[in-house]
């Protein structure tokens, strides 16, 4: 915030916003405002839209959706999981949210939900924990790939290795565990390339007072083994 309100001392015309706390951002948005200053959310949502101008992101509800539906046919019977969110950052909440429509009904009992913060020292930690607890577990999904991961390293540690790993992102670094053909066996890519064009459009757009859209959704789709080498391992898609 202390950031953003230097930014609006400077003078400048346009900002392009990603907030980590979608709902502790509000002040900033407030101040941009009354400087009217336009607002380019991108990626994660803030929770108070009516501030913001225009905002550019990837359809993250069909990111946990294409997760949980690959889940139910490797486990058309259902089975035991862990859900590793992030009720802070939005973007994985609706993620969270598409996985939960995917596999309701399918006969899939949550043994552990619980907030991984969406980095991978803390999915680590708490995967160690859950791990102990529960001797039986299917599958685990993170909320982005960096709490999968983590919590692919817990159960390598603990040598758990048939309980299968989903995230949320298409990482290089998800990618090349895909590609490795070990547990982690999705991830529900999105392309930052995509939506940073998108984003610099928008603004563009808005600067030069040209009609645009307000909502300008980015694709999303799942990455496994099947396609994994199509996309490479080396950068984003």
Known sequence: INQIEDLITQGIDAIFL???????IRPALVALKNANIPII??????????????YAGSDNKNAGYVCGADLVKRF???????VLDSPTMNSVNDRITGF???????????????????D??????ITEDILQAHP???????????TALGALAACKAANRTSILIYGVDGSPEAKAEIASGG?????????????????????Y?????????????????????????????????
């Open 136 to 146: 039986q577990i299917d599958a685990i999904m993170g909320g982005n790939d960096p």
């Open 100 to 118: 939960m429509e995917a596999i309701k009904g399918k006969g899939f009992t949550i043994l552990a939900q619980q907030d991984a913060k969406g």
């Open 183 to 203: 547990q982690f066996v999705g991830s529900g890519a999105q392309s930052p390339i995509s939506i940073g064009v998108e984003s610099v459009k928008l603004a």
């Open 76 to 82: 058309p019977n259902g089975g035991k999981i862990v």
């Open 18 to 24: 990603n907030p980590v706390d979608w709902e502790g």
């Open 205 to 237: 757009k808005v600067l030069n007072n040209e009609p645009y859209e307000e909502r300008v959704p980015v694709r999303t789709f799942l990455i496994n083994a099947d396609n994994v080498k199509e996309y490479g391992t080396d950068g984003w898609q």
């Open 41 to 54: 959310n991108f990626d994660t949502e803030v929770k108070d839209m009516e501030y913001v101008t225009a």
């Open 120 to 125: 991978l020292p803390t999915s680590m930690r």
